[in-house]
């Protein structure tokens, strides 16, 4: 069983930064691959970053990248979104998630999910 918290969300205005967490509990947490997705209201979710077990590759959505980082501190078994340069298109739910399947940008790849952070930026 893994469970997995997300903090760090808040009101930003744009071109503002924030920093996500998601602290993940489980043994299992640095042999996973870890993803981020945001959810806008009336849009499916979105995957945003992903990072491999052992943080040297990590993917980014076309919308986020350059802006955002993706990291994570195994010691700690943490994974974490730096955001920057943050646009009111960001506003959303952020959520953490462990990947067990085989594709980064489908949902369904993923076995566990945090309950989400709320980021919103205004203009």
């Known amino acids: 069983q893994v469970q997995l918290v997300e903090s760090g969300g808040g009101l930003v205005q744009t071109g503002g930064s924030l920093r996500l967490s998601c602290a993940a509990s489980?043994?299992?947490?640095?042999?996973?691959?870890m993803g981020w997705f945001r959810q806008a209201p009336g849009k499916e979710r979105e995957f945003v970053a992903g990072i491999i077990y052992g943080g040297i590759s990590t993917y980014y959505a076309d919308s986020v990248k350059g802006r955002f980082t993706i990291s994570r501190d195994n010691a700690k078994n943490t994974v974490y979104l730096q955001m920057n340069s943050l646009k009111p298109e960001d506003t959303a739910v952020y959520y953490c998630?462990?990947?067990?399947?085989?594709?980064?940008?489908?949902?369904?790849?993923?076995?566990?999910w945090g309950q989400g952070t709320q980021v919103t930026v205004s203009s």
């Open positions: 489980g043994r299992t947490f640095s042999n996973s691959a």
């Open positions: 998630a462990r990947r067990s399947g085989s594709t980064w940008r489908d949902a369904r790849s993923y076995d566990y």
